[in-house]
């Protein structure tokens, strides 16, 4: 079992920051969409010995005979890595298996260098690639100005309708027809409804496009079969494994078979060196944790979850992006047109009383993303804690009476006590304390 007692004895500074951390994360309603509580066994993967080991190359090699990659041949730089080459070939054995997938790279450090990989295995420098717009629930990495996508990239963007804050597959595929980007990204970071990898695929093969789904938010639930996978449409899958997934802080690409070459060279020597051993072995263990039925009903949960908080936080009055969720996050538009408090007012306010979320621009927000109009919420880790519908309902309520008494600073302290005697019935990480 991890305890922190030699970090105490050689750095006491960053023990003290890390109790601290420990401490926020037990007595705070952890209400970050992209954010979860790890098992112990991943925890222990991210701090063991093989994050000593250098391992530029992949485990298997191409085998001259019949021209497939194999894993009885090393294609690594270095010597020593039989047990390395172990974990890998675990993880990348059990990410195929979860997602149905043809070839999965385990080595991307992150999502984004994830969506990296994959833009740089097919695009050249100048190339149009098509993504959803940060401001309408997509992510940096699908072609915003201030990311390597916008600047590599001619980018062209679709969002939401203006009706329904949903995405609009008709003007979607007449938006790309008129554009003709070489590649188009679907997937977001703050979309709450269910994305239709299928039509995407009508759209990427009307234009010639590469298509690629960023599943970062949504793995957990497409593992569980609670949203469609885009695994047999798209031409590649970029996720994090750190989300629903609920492993290490990490990324990971699947493609199809026909990819596989080109895309491991793209990852290492294209744009990484080393990979993370430690990592890699505690992205093979979330991923055989995945496999449970346990996990599964897990997955439920925070759906269900979700669901039960986007309905009290309406009956409160809230007014929700798209009317609600089908998936684990929601966003409540707090007035895009600045009659309501900003994002950054009411996260602030949130966190006083010991609510963690993240404001979020909202659907044609008329603020900037770092005041934004909206809140995102999402039920991943408080699910992890063991939290359920009724729980849900005192936590919108806890919303509501922030969003009632924002100035409030003593009100705001005494909802925190609120939330402190409801995180202690939901412990979490005890013993590491
Ligand atoms: N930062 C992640 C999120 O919060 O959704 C996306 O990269």
Avoid at 6 to 33: C, F, H, V, W
Avoid at 211 to 234: R, T
Avoid at 264 to 292: E, F, Y
Avoid at 324 to 334: A, E, K, P, R, V
Wanted: hydrophobic content about 35%; charged content about 25%; some cysteine.
């Amino acid at each position: 079992m991890i305890n922190y007692e030699e970090i105490k004895k050689t750095d006491p500074e960053i023990y003290q920051a890390i109790m601290g951390e420990l401490k926020r994360q037990s007595e705070n309603l952890e209400l970050i969409a992209s954010e979860n509580y790890v098992d112990y066994p991943v925890l222990e993967a991210t701090g063991c010995i093989m994050t000593n080991k250098y391992a530029e190359g992949y485990p298997y090699r191409k085998s001259k005979e019949t021209g497939e990659l194999t894993y009885r041949l090393s294609g690594r730089y270095y010597g020593g890595c039989d047990f390395v080459n172990d974990a890998e070939r675990l993880a990348i054995e059990r990410a195929k298996e979860l997602f149905g997938a043809e070839h999965a790279n385990v080595q991307a450090h992150s999502g984004s260098q994830a969506n990296m990989a994959v833009y740089f295995a097919v695009l050249e420098p100048g190339d149009k690639m098509m993504g959803m717009s940060l401001s309408h629930g997509g992510h940096l990495t699908h072609g915003h100005t201030v990311s390597f996508s916008g600047i590599f990239y001619e980018v062209v963007q679709y969002g939401v309708s203006t009706k329904t804050e949903q995405l609009d597959y008709d003007e979607i595929m007449e938006f790309a027809i008129q554009e003709k980007p070489k590649l188009i990204m679907c997937g977001a970071s703050a979309y709450p409804r269910i994305i239709d990898f299928k039509k995407f695929k009508e759209i990427a093969d009307k234009v010639g496009a590469y298509l690629v789904a960023d599943i970062a938010h949504i793995a957990g639930l497409i593992v569980a079969g609670l949203h469609p996978s885009p695994v047999p449409y798209a031409d590649f899958v970029t996720t994090t494994t750190h989300k629903t997934l609920r492993g290490p802080r990490a990324g990971l690409i699947l493609c199809k078979k026909k990819y596989q070459e080109i895309l491991d060279k793209t990852v290492m020597p294209g744009i990484q060196g080393g990979p993370l051993m430690h990592v890699i072995a505690a992205k093979a263990i979330a991923l055989k944790l995945a496999q449970t039925e346990e996990f599964k009903e897990y997955q439920k949960q925070i759906v269900k979850n979700a669901s039960a908080l986007a309905n009290a936080l309406i009956d409160r009055g809230f007014n929700l992006v798209s009317g609600g969720t089908d998936n684990h996050l929601m966003l409540i538009n707090l007035g895009k047109k600045g009659e309501g408090p900003s994002g950054k007012k009411m996260e602030k306010a949130l966190d006083k009383a010991g609510i963690t979320a993240n404001k979020n621009t909202v659907p044609f927000d008329t603020r900037s993303p770092f005041v934004a109009s909206g809140i995102r919420l999402g039920t991943p880790a408080l699910t992890t804690r063991g939290m359920k519908e009724k729980e849900m309902e005192q936590i919108a309520e806890f919303i509501k009476q922030v969003y009632d008494d924002i100035e409030n600073d003593e009100k705001l302290a005494e909802i925190r006590n609120y939330v402190r005697e409801l995180c202690a019935k939901f412990p979490i990480y005890e013993e590491l304390k």
